[in-house]
């Protein structure tokens, strides 16, 4: 194995001078430039828009800089698409994967690297150079297995080994962690250390503070499209990370009193959910929630919990027993069931708020009024106050801290972290008795985050029953009083937060049973 050099002494794999890049009159870059020495893990981290990823997409030849030089090796390299990237050494793992479902391994491996016009000696060569790779990186994956047979973390490692083929000394990882269980994520790990240790150089980029501190050497932040700082990651600290981040100190625990659980709110028996295709989703579900607690679902994405919040919410068709506040609720997943969850007590805050929680192109005071525009303080019959619309969501918008405070813009027009706001605000302030939220900071930044947080201990504080389904298990281990594990539709086991950890959770949440069921 070759001996990584000490970064004192490392030489440059990547520099960046001066790169700017704008979008009309988006600066998302501005004058950035960044060191990464050869053989290290660099972490780049910042929040929603920071311009983490165009800036990235440059060094790939996704976009094209308006300004500024790139240099690979200590020579100037332009970079006008991704071949010339992958020319100069450059691979790319994607946030969601860029592979060909029914394709095998090695047909995913040497699509677009074939030699020749003929595909099977192509084959026979790729297939030993796949073995020697899959040896030497610790990347065990059978080469005939067909994609969509394989879980998320084989389909990544079938991702490296693409970029390892095409010979990329340089690799960028865009939020590599977001589908993997905490298991996969350790192994993942390790194969970037083995990777750095055989002089590979990695690029992270991750909003997880927690990643950053334990696999990179060297962290660079970014705010407002500039670079505000490089340090070593041996030298700093999360608190000092997020503070760079967002420019003013943010507390990254979640501050919250033991929860005061009182009477049953929601009790669901046998739910069970078919699809389309005569897939079953959900296979037999059972859970309680009570008033003034958190009941956190984890589990990795696609294993049934959208289709549980969605028949929550109302829209969706399922089988099974439904009771809120001891009365049953339709299951037929019509408009009509949606409309009762509301006037039942139930909000929802969807997984997906540009696709399920709100109209992109209409107003925020629009956005804020839906679903509950029918309420006799906004008018009456055919006719909408559209007045007391607009002055219910600049009150919200105040309460929420919605930046910039205007309710005429667009939903659109506003950052990731403040369209959940506007949402939060809407299903929030109807002082609901039961709050489905799903994924709650997704794609938001650190200070976002914080917020949110703080408006769910909040409300479970004032004795309304939380539902929270999110991938990110420190916020599910964080936020619940009570967490559930799903796997393939199933609840696997129920624990206290105090009596568990992320290696036994992660078990779970691949299917393989624990210690028995926390007793109340």
Not at 38 to 48: P, S, Y
Not at 146 to 162: A, F, P
Request: glycine share 10%.
């Amino acid at each position: 194995m070759t001996q990584r050099p000490s970064q004192g002494e490392a030489p440059l794999a990547i520099e960046l001078r001066g790169i700017s890049k704008a979008f009309g009159p988006v600066q998302a870059n501005k004058d950035i430039s960044i060191q990464v020495k050869r053989g290290t893990i660099h972490g780049i981290i910042g929040e929603n828009g920071a311009g983490k990823s165009t800036l990235m997409s440059i060094l790939y030849g996704f976009y094209k800089a308006d300004a500024g030089e790139i240099y690979i090796g200590g020579r100037p390299t332009p970079i006008p698409d991704s071949q010339a990237a992958i020319d100069a050494g450059i691979g790319m793992v994607f946030q969601h994967f860029k592979l060909v479902q029914p394709f095998t391994v090695l047909e995913n491996v040497i699509l677009g690297a074939e030699d020749g016009k003929l595909l099977k000696p192509s084959l026979a060569k790729a297939r030993k150079l796949l073995t020697d790779l899959a040896r030497e990186y610790e990347l065990d994956v059978d080469p005939d297995a067909v994609v969509e047979d394989l879980n998320v973390g084989l389909q990544q490692r079938v991702e490296i080994l693409k970029a390892l083929y095409r010979e990329a000394d340089i690799l960028i990882l865009d939020e590599p962690t977001g589908v993997l269980t905490p298991a996969e994520a350790d192994h993942l790990f390790r194969i970037l250390k083995g990777l750095r240790d055989q002089g590979k150089t990695i690029i992270l980029i991750t909003h997880k503070l927690r990643e950053i501190m334990e696999i990179t050497d060297t962290v660079s932040v970014m705010r407002r499209g500039e670079m505000t700082a490089t340090v070593k990651t041996a030298e700093t600290s999360p608190e000092q990370l997020a503070e760079l981040m967002v420019g003013r100190k943010v507390l990254l625990r979640v501050d919250k009193t033991p929860a005061q659980p009182k009477e049953t709110v929601l009790e669901v028996r046998g739910l069970r959910v078919i699809d389309d295709q005569g897939v079953e989703r959900l296979r037999g579900i059972d859970l309680d929630i009570r008033a003034g607690e958190v009941l956190g679902i984890a589990g990795v994405s696609g294993n049934g919990q959208s289709e549980l919040l969605e028949v929550l919410g109302g829209y969706r068709k399922a089988e099974g027993t439904i009771r809120m506040n001891g009365q049953e609720i339709a299951l037929t997943g019509s408009a009509s069931d949606a409309r009762m969850r509301r006037m039942q007590g139930i909000a929802h805050v969807p997984e997906d708020r540009q696709r399920e929680g709100l109209i992109m192109e209409f107003r925020a005071w629009e956005n804020v009024g839906f679903g509950y525009h029918r309420e006799e303080r906004f008018g009456s019959g055919l006719f909408m106050d559209n007045t007391a619309l607009r002055t219910d969501c600049e009150g919200k918008m105040a309460r929420f801290d919605v930046r910039p405070p205007d309710p005429n813009l667009a939903a659109k027009s506003f950052s990731g972290g403040n369209q959940q706001k506007i949402v939060l605000a809407r299903e929030i302030e109807r002082d609901p008795d039961l709050l489905l939220i799903g994924q709650p900071t997704r794609g938001v930044d650190i200070g976002a985050i914080e917020f949110i947080h703080k408006q769910v201990v909040a409300l479970r504080d004032k004795g309304k029953a939380i539902l929270l389904v999110s991938v990110e298990l420190d916020e599910i281990m964080a936020l619940s009083d009570r967490i559930a594990v799903m796997f393939d539709g199933r609840i696997m086991g129920e624990r206290l937060p105090s009596e568990t950890d992320a290696n036994e959770l992660g078990l779970l949440m691949a299917g393989m049973t624990g210690k028995p069921v926390a007793a109340e």
